[in-house]
């Protein structure tokens, strides 16, 4: 009889600590005793009574063997890989973009990038799609992304790609810089019983938002952008503002608060708004305010303190700490993450305006990653379907032996590829620190409900 390796430990006090194990699902709240008896059970036994050792065999924290164990992960991996599963899929009208935000993944892609499908091309994208929702027998839904997806050139195309999906009874999102969509009002308004949601991104009050997101020529796009969420607003389209955070601006979050506030979104039905980590998945350091995902929880629970604050910005865009969070706010069990994001295990599909298919919007254009092509017939690539969808943590020998894995996903398959040169190698990426940062927000609720 040993103690699980997924069991992870957070000390509330000298006489609680919080278990979950990632494996199982379970959270409970232990005193002194049953913790130490957990460090040593074996040198324990006698120490603590039958029946507690029994509901901790039950409950996962105490497992028979490391074979046992192994036998159970195997278990519950296959029940994820057979649940039923959503397909995404994304697709670029172009990789070009009318901005030059500060922080852009995209970079030169987005500069150079002159290639735009055409109506034909359009109409084989669906054709593909029409093969793969026959062949994984999955609810899929459409997501439009780009480059910048909303732009003058790109209308004819997108007017397309609402007349197909409607034709396939799916549903579109579509993630916009906002620029042009007033040209693209009339469209949208007419086809919003497809549209789930426009994610639009404003950084901030304006003497920020206009350092990071601007035209080529310099010039701030805060003026449209606050004007195309009034719009989508107005036709009662819901609208998801992201604010990608980091040291630059993170302070001017109450500011933005006011600017909601002053506009009338935060009391409308269709208004969101997602706090985003400005991410460096590739580690190039080549920006001057990243913030670690743990530091930028740390500061962002510390804007919480204001209630209105927690009520109007979320923070479902941080996934490893949505996940706990989920657990441990709603009280359901722990659901093990065994990949990082959709572009493993066969989610996600993104298809560009060169012809290719892709896993990640991170890799797109770069077709040494990509997964297919849907010109001029669909056409999978075996050997890159299967290096990206058999990514996850049985897949690393690193994660299968870490008590946090099943929170984390084993990280960023395209920060992998960057990183270390190997899709199946993990990248952590603080996320302990992250989960802890967390636990140290919720402290005294926990220390309440050990001591209620």
């Not at 600590?17 to 409970?28: E, Y």
């Amino acid at each position: 009889m040993k103690t699980s390796k997924y069991v992870l430990s957070y000390q509330i006090s000298e006489e609680s600590t919080l278990l979950i194990n990632t494996l199982t699902g379970a959270v409970d709240l232990v005193d002194s005793q049953v913790y130490r008896f957990l460090q040593s059970p074996d040198l324990g036994q006698g120490r603590i009574d039958r029946s507690m050792i029994e509901r901790l065999k039950k409950r996962g924290y105490l497992v028979e063997s490391d074979a046992a164990e192994e036998a159970r992960l195997q278990m519950v991996a296959d029940t994820f890989k057979n649940s039923k599963k959503r397909l995404s899929f994304t697709i670029c009208p172009t990789y070009s973009c009318n901005l030059r935000c500060t922080y852009c993944f995209e970079g030169e892609l987005t500069h150079n990038g002159k290639a735009f499908m055409n109506t034909a091309d359009v109409g084989l994208v669906f054709q593909a799609i029409d093969e793969l929702m026959q062949t994984f027998g999955r609810e899929s839904t459409i997501e439009l992304f780009g480059g910048e997806p909303l732009l003058p050139k790109t209308k004819p195309l997108v007017e397309k790609i609402f007349k197909e999906t409607a034709k396939r009874s799916l549903t579109i999102g579509i993630v916009t810089n906002g620029t042009y969509l007033d040209k693209f009002s009339d469209l949208l308004n007419a086809n919003r019983d497809l549209i789930r949601s426009v994610q639009i991104t404003l950084d901030g009050p304006q003497s920020v938002h206009d350092l990071r997101r601007k035209y080529a020529d310099g010039k701030g796009t805060f003026a449209s952008t606050r004007s195309a969420i009034d719009t989508l607003l107005k036709i009662q389209i819901n609208t998801a503002v992201r604010v990608n955070v980091d040291r630059q601006n993170i302070d001017l979050v109450p500011e933005l608060y006011s600017e909601f506030i002053k506009n009338g979104w935060v009391d409308n039905p269709h208004f969101l708004c997602n706090l985003s980590p400005v991410r460096d998945h590739a580690q190039k350091g080549n920006y001057d305010y990243f913030l670690s995902e743990d530091k930028l929880v740390s500061e962002v629970f510390r804007l919480f303190e204001n209630p209105a604050y927690k009520k109007v910005f979320q923070l479902n865009m941080l996934r490893n700490l949505a996940h706990i969070r989920s657990v441990l706010e709603s009280g359901r069990p722990v659901q093990p993450m065994f990949h990082y994001c959709e572009a493993n295990n066969l989610e996600s599909m993104v298809f560009g305006p060169d012809g290719y298919i892709y896993a990640c919007t991170e890799v797109m254009g770069d077709k040494e990653h990509a997964i297919g092509e849907f010109r001029p017939t669909l056409k999978m690539y075996d050997e890159a379907v299967k290096l990206w969808n058999g990514r996850n943590v049985l897949a690393m020998g690193e994660c299968k032996e870490c008590d946090i894995a099943l929170l984390c996903g084993g990280g960023c398959a395209y920060s992998a590829l960057a990183v270390n040169g190997d899709i199946n190698k993990p990248v952590c990426n603080r996320v302990r620190e992250t989960i802890l940062a967390y636990l140290d927000y919720i402290r005294d609720d926990l220390a309440a409900e050990a001591s209620g």
